[in-house]
């Protein structure tokens, strides 16, 4: 897989704006290719009980803040344990996965990508993705894979935060 190419001026810029800004590059960029109905980026709280919702393009729904209680199911272990992501591109294998689809449904969402977030071999976080039905193709998934750089500098940027020499 070749590295993203990124315009440098997009990213520096964003970059010393923050995360937020960091993770509006990275919407922007997938909104273009290979699109999206909905984009959140979670990651475990810094005790590693919840997940926590950093960036959300639905906010009224998906708001920023604690997510989801961490279990350890095979939803979670797949994602940040095996390092591997939930490709679900019906409604049944969705449901095979979130079994509380029926909300999802109701939205209209008929496709799910949760992408991993892995940093010097760690999990650090999670991109979800949701579309139509059959949206997630192998070719969709890799230009969704060819952006992981770009969530993993808005997920350590919130680390950063605070950050003071001297």
């Known amino acids: 897989m070749t590295a993203p190419a990124f315009a440098s001026f997009d990213l520096t810029a964003a970059m010393g704006r923050g995360p937020e800004s ?4 990275l ?13 959140t980026v979670l990651a475990p709280n810094r005790v590693g009980d919840r997940l926590v919702r950093l960036f959300s393009t639905n906010t009224g729904h998906y708001p920023l803040g604690d997510a989801d209680p961490v279990q350890d199911d095979r939803w979670f272990r797949h994602l940040f ?4 992501p939930v490709i679900a591109n019906d409604a049944a294998a969705i449901r095979d996965w979130l079994p509380d689809y029926s909300e999802f ?10 992408i991993p977030v892995v940093v010097a071999g760690e999990a650090i976080g999670i991109m979800n993705l949701m579309a139509g039905p059959g949206h997630f193709s192998t070719a969709n998934v890799a230009v969704i894979s060819a952006e992981l750089p770009l969530a993993a500098i808005a997920l350590c940027a919130r680390d950063a935060r605070g950050l003071r020499l001297g």
């Open 81 to 84: 344990v095996r390092k591997e």
């Open 22 to 25: 960091i993770y509006a590059l």
């Open 105 to 114: 449904a109701e939205m209209g969402y008929g496709s799910l990508a949760n």
């Open 27 to 39: 919407a922007n960029r997938l909104r273009q290719k290979p699109g999206f109905d909905l984009l």
